[in-house]
């Protein structure tokens, strides 16, 4: 064979030795592809959260025409924001008899809301007014105003930021020199928003938040924003009691008893309870 017909055969047997390699294999020796996610790779599903109730250990004498919008206990004293145009004020309250041992009030075109402490300073929120008075510890005299974007519902001081609702189911972070909004976090139970979250107290990397209208307390990790607690809150008053009253709101940590001081809009008891398994 001439060597230009050696070399095409050669060319030719090469191309059909690649066109066998390169051929698909046959069916049965093609290894099934696993299509299911590897379980690594899978979210985990969070847990539900806890179901926990009231054991009241006791009960203490409250103004019934104290609107509550925020609560606080600081060295043997309850501070207390209330609300309402015309009625809202700030106060220093005795327990034991729910006496009011000093109390400033607002303008009537202010209606009050959250209230927390920061050293010898309370902050109280305005609903719809944008600001926020900054008071003495002591006097309740008001010292300066900060300014804030939208509603102010409830607040509690988390040791580096305050955290602020405003009846979403948004937990805002705010600057507390200057009420500069540092980020948010939604609030999710079982994976859905909970909407309407009021008054705030934060103990440790908790908040714990009223939920408007319903008698439920939500223990909330303040870094997802994950409800780990749902606590019932009924029954604290009688029917009659209840007749005449608004709504839950307040919430105050007491931590040298490690318990609660809870009340509410136009209530005529403070309780002051812990939280055990339901």
Request: glycine share 10%; proline share 5%; aromatic share 8%.
């Amino acid at each position: 064979m001439p060597w230009d017909g050696v070399l095409v055969g050669g060319l030719i047997g090469v191309s059909l030795l690649l066109a066998s390699c390169l051929r698909e294999p046959a069916e049965e020796t093609v290894a099934p592809v696993d299509t299911t996610p590897a379980q690594s790779a899978r979210p985990s599903a969070a847990p539900a959260p806890e179901e926990l109730r009231l054991h009241i250990i006791g009960k203490y004498p409250h103004a019934s025409d104290a609107f509550t919008q925020g609560l606080i206990w600081h060295e043997g004293s309850m501070y207390e924001s209330t609300g309402r145009y015309g009625q809202s004020s700030i106060r220093r309250v005795r327990l034991e008899d729910g006496k009011v041992l000093a109390q400033r009030n607002l303008e009537s075109r202010f209606f009050g809301e959250g209230l927390e402490r920061i050293g010898d300073d309370l902050i109280q929120l305005t609903w719809r007014a944008g600001l926020a008075f900054v008071s003495d510890l002591t006097t309740l005299e008001e010292r300066k105003t900060l300014r804030y974007a939208g509603e102010g519902w409830g607040l509690c001081y988390d040791g580096a930021a305050l955290v602020m609702s405003d009846g979403s189911s948004m937990l805002e972070f705010r600057d507390p020199e200057s009420m500069e909004l540092l980020g948010e976090v939604t609030v999710l139970k079982n994976g859905h928003p909970v909407r309407q979250l009021n008054e705030l107290e934060c103990v440790g990397s908790d908040v714990y938040a009223n939920v408007w209208q319903r008698d439920e307390i939500l223990r909330i990790d303040r870094h997802s924003g994950r409800v780990t607690a749902t606590i019932d809150a009924s029954g604290l008053l009688s029917p009659t009691e209840a007749r005449r009253a608004d709504v839950l709101n307040g919430i105050a940590y007491k931590p040298e008893s490690q318990t609660f001081l809870l009340t509410g809009k136009l209530w005529p008891h403070v309780f002051e309870v812990e939280l055990v398994p339901r």
